[in-house]
């Protein structure tokens, strides 16, 4: 059965700008629809997703960045958060880590949702991008133990951020989901969301692909449109 709880803050963390459209954007926009506040952390600017020579770095971030503000808008994203790590070489530094920890502990979500940092690939024809895999487990130790660990960085303390407990992780994109989310009613904002970064997507390509992974996701459930975690409980 499909899960309905909405959290009252949440926190969705991506290594790109339009990761989260791929991905988890109809979880955001159900619950930001039912008053979660919903925050995004985008730990790269996105600037090498380019091939073209005579687009500049510079120009491509500033334009994601726009562009990712813009698909938090139609989704009902309360917060954007880009920190501007390096695009195409992300590590799961303690840099990196300390960051996220950060934006927890000043938001204090909820859920964190992210990817599954332990997936090489899927299929026989995607590879998972480094920077996927290195956002997720640097979100995934930010969680536990970091944000919720007084003298684990404690600089942060020195901010003014107290430490602060995650109800639950949900992990997107896992080979063994136990949680689905029916996403049906806000599917076409989903998709519109996506087509927001025109840099990276093509309008009837994008909306054909949503589409499909949602129908797969929810297939199992005898649902016609989901997203699949696999949710952790740390905390009751």
Not at 44 to 69: K, Y
Not at 130 to 139: I, L, N, Q, V
């Amino acid at each position: 059965m499909p899960d309905t709880h909405v959290p009252r803050r949440a926190m969705v963390i991506v290594a790109h700008p339009d990761d989260a459209e791929f991905t988890m954007a109809g979880t955001a926009a159900l619950w930001s629809g039912q008053g979660c506040e919903v925050t995004y952390v985008i730990c790269t600017r996105g600037d090498r997703g380019s091939n073209d020579p005579q687009v500049m770095p510079w120009e491509l971030a500033r334009r994601r960045e726009a562009e990712q503000h813009a698909a938090a808008a139609i989704l009902g994203v309360r917060h954007v958060v880009i920190l501007g790590h390096p695009d195409g070489t992300l590590e799961p530094t303690l840099a990196l880590r300390r960051d996220l920890t950060r934006e927890i502990r000043r938001f204090r979500p909820e859920i964190v949702l992210c990817g599954d940092p332990s997936v090489r690939f899927y299929g026989d024809s995607y590879l998972n991008h480094p920077d996927h895999r290195a956002a997720a487990s640097a979100a995934l130790d930010a969680v536990f133990p970091s944000a919720g660990t007084r003298y684990i960085f404690p600089e942060l303390l020195a901010e003014g951020l107290e430490p602060h407990d995650v109800q639950a992780v949900y992990i997107h994109g896992s080979f063994e989901p136990n949680l689905w989310i029916d996403i049906e009613p806000v599917l076409d904002l989903k998709i519109r969301a996506l087509q927001a970064h025109a840099s990276q997507v093509r309008g009837p390509e994008a909306a054909e692909w949503v589409r499909l992974m949602a129908s797969e996701e929810g297939r199992s459930q005898g649902l016609r449109a989901a997203e699949a975690y696999r949710r952790i409980v740390l905390r009751a």
